[in-house]
Protein backbone atom coordinates (compact mmCIF):
# COMPACT_ATOMS: atom_id res chain seq x y z
CA UNK A 1 0.00 0.00 0.00
CA UNK A 2 2.64 2.27 1.00
CA UNK A 3 5.06 1.24 -2.28
CA UNK A 4 1.41 2.51 -4.41
CA UNK A 5 1.23 5.56 -2.23
CA UNK A 6 4.90 6.48 -3.03
CA UNK A 7 4.83 5.86 -6.99
CA UNK A 8 1.60 7.57 -7.52
CA UNK A 9 2.81 10.57 -5.98
CA UNK A 10 6.17 10.11 -7.43
CA UNK A 11 4.23 10.28 -10.73
CA UNK A 12 2.01 13.26 -10.11
CA UNK A 13 4.60 15.22 -8.93
CA UNK A 14 6.54 14.23 -12.42
CA UNK A 15 3.85 15.32 -14.55
CA UNK A 16 3.40 18.47 -12.46
CA UNK A 17 6.99 19.61 -13.71
CA UNK A 18 6.09 18.30 -17.27
CA UNK A 19 3.06 20.79 -17.13
CA UNK A 20 6.03 23.67 -15.67
CA UNK A 21 8.22 22.35 -18.83
CA UNK A 22 5.32 22.39 -21.39
CA UNK A 23 4.36 26.02 -20.21
CA UNK A 24 7.91 27.50 -20.58
CA UNK A 25 7.40 26.03 -24.14
CA UNK A 26 10.04 23.23 -23.72
CA UNK A 27 7.95 20.19 -25.26
CA UNK A 28 10.70 17.88 -25.82
CA UNK A 29 11.98 17.88 -22.35
CA UNK A 30 8.04 18.03 -21.07
CA UNK A 31 7.95 15.00 -23.17
CA UNK A 32 10.73 13.39 -21.86
CA UNK A 33 9.21 14.20 -18.17
CA UNK A 34 6.18 12.74 -18.80
CA UNK A 35 7.52 9.69 -20.04
CA UNK A 36 9.70 9.04 -17.28
CA UNK A 37 6.75 10.35 -14.90
CA UNK A 38 4.23 7.29 -16.09
CA UNK A 39 6.63 4.60 -15.39
CA UNK A 40 5.80 3.98 -12.16
CA UNK A 41 2.44 4.78 -12.65
CA UNK A 42 2.38 2.23 -14.80
CA UNK A 43 3.81 -0.29 -12.87
CA UNK A 44 1.70 -0.18 -10.16
CA UNK A 45 -1.19 -0.36 -12.27
CA UNK A 46 -0.19 -3.83 -13.73
CA UNK A 47 0.31 -4.99 -10.25
CA UNK A 48 4.12 -5.31 -10.83
CA UNK A 49 4.98 -3.23 -7.65
CA UNK A 50 2.51 -5.20 -5.25
CA UNK A 51 1.52 -8.42 -7.58
CA UNK A 52 -2.27 -8.69 -7.79
CA UNK A 53 -4.36 -10.96 -10.40
CA UNK A 54 -4.88 -9.75 -13.46
CA UNK A 55 -7.57 -6.87 -13.56
CA UNK A 56 -9.00 -4.33 -15.84
CA UNK A 57 -6.61 -2.13 -14.17
CA UNK A 58 -3.73 -4.01 -14.72
CA UNK A 59 -4.23 -4.08 -18.58
CA UNK A 60 -4.75 0.20 -18.05
CA UNK A 61 -1.41 -0.50 -16.63
CA UNK A 62 -0.19 -1.62 -19.35
CA UNK A 63 -1.73 1.22 -21.85
CA UNK A 64 -0.13 3.46 -19.50
CA UNK A 65 3.44 1.87 -20.19
CA UNK A 66 2.57 1.58 -23.65
CA UNK A 67 1.90 5.51 -23.85
CA UNK A 68 5.31 5.86 -21.80
CA UNK A 69 6.90 3.91 -24.40
CA UNK A 70 5.42 5.54 -27.27
CA UNK A 71 6.71 9.26 -25.26
CA UNK A 72 9.93 8.02 -25.25
CA UNK A 73 10.11 6.90 -28.70
CA UNK A 74 8.03 10.39 -30.05
CA UNK A 75 10.75 12.60 -27.88
CA UNK A 76 14.02 10.38 -29.39
CA UNK A 77 12.21 11.27 -32.91
CA UNK A 78 12.26 14.66 -32.53
CA UNK A 79 15.49 14.88 -31.29
CA UNK A 80 17.04 13.04 -33.84
CA UNK A 81 15.27 15.01 -36.71
CA UNK A 82 16.49 18.35 -34.93
CA UNK A 83 19.82 17.29 -34.73
CA UNK A 84 19.85 16.64 -38.63
CA UNK A 85 18.84 19.86 -39.27
CA UNK A 86 20.92 21.83 -37.43
CA UNK A 87 24.07 20.23 -39.03
CA UNK A 88 22.73 20.68 -42.27
CA UNK A 89 25.63 22.33 -44.70
CA UNK A 90 23.17 24.91 -46.41
CA UNK A 91 22.60 26.13 -43.07
CA UNK A 92 25.77 28.79 -43.64
CA UNK A 93 26.84 30.69 -46.52
CA UNK A 94 29.70 28.95 -48.52
CA UNK A 95 32.47 31.17 -48.23
CA UNK A 96 31.73 32.54 -44.62
CA UNK A 97 34.21 30.15 -43.19
CA UNK A 98 36.47 30.26 -45.76
CA UNK A 99 39.51 32.91 -44.04
CA UNK A 100 39.26 36.50 -46.05
CA UNK A 101 43.51 36.02 -47.02
CA UNK A 102 44.80 33.51 -49.25
CA UNK A 103 47.32 30.79 -47.62
CA UNK A 104 50.25 32.93 -46.74
CA UNK A 105 49.29 36.02 -49.37
CA UNK A 106 47.47 38.95 -48.94
CA UNK A 107 46.28 38.66 -52.66
CA UNK A 108 42.72 37.25 -52.98
CA UNK A 109 42.32 33.62 -54.39
CA UNK A 110 41.89 32.77 -58.31
CA UNK A 111 40.83 30.34 -59.64
CA UNK A 112 42.73 26.49 -60.55
CA UNK A 113 43.30 27.40 -63.54
CA UNK A 114 44.15 31.11 -63.88
CA UNK A 115 47.92 32.36 -62.62
CA UNK A 116 49.53 35.43 -61.52
CA UNK A 117 50.02 38.48 -63.61
CA UNK A 118 53.00 38.76 -64.76
CA UNK A 119 53.21 42.06 -63.78
CA UNK A 120 52.64 41.98 -60.10
CA UNK A 121 56.05 43.34 -58.04
CA UNK A 122 57.44 40.45 -55.57
CA UNK A 123 57.89 43.18 -52.69
CA UNK A 124 54.50 43.14 -51.59
CA UNK A 125 50.35 43.80 -52.80
CA UNK A 126 49.45 46.56 -54.92
CA UNK A 127 48.68 50.11 -53.58
CA UNK A 128 44.73 49.32 -54.66
CA UNK A 129 44.84 45.45 -52.70
CA UNK A 130 45.52 46.90 -49.48
CA UNK A 131 41.35 46.81 -48.65
CA UNK A 132 40.63 43.84 -50.96
CA UNK A 133 40.43 41.68 -47.50
CA UNK A 134 38.32 44.36 -45.85
CA UNK A 135 36.34 44.86 -48.66
CA UNK A 136 35.89 40.93 -48.50
CA UNK A 137 34.60 40.70 -45.26
CA UNK A 138 32.20 43.70 -46.08
CA UNK A 139 30.75 42.14 -49.02
CA UNK A 140 30.08 38.86 -46.75
CA UNK A 141 28.13 40.59 -44.15
CA UNK A 142 26.46 42.33 -47.36
CA UNK A 143 27.36 46.13 -46.14
Known amino acids: ?14 LGIAAIAAYRRRFLAATRIAAYALVPLGLVMTGAVEWTAFSPV ?15 ATGRAVERRRAGRRA ?3 AVAPAASAPSLGAGSA ?20 PADDFSDIEAILKKHGI
Open 1 to 14: MLAETVCSAVSAAG
Open 58 to 72: AWAGFGVLGVAWLLF
Open 88 to 90: QPD
Open 107 to 126: APRRPAGKSAPKSASKSGPA
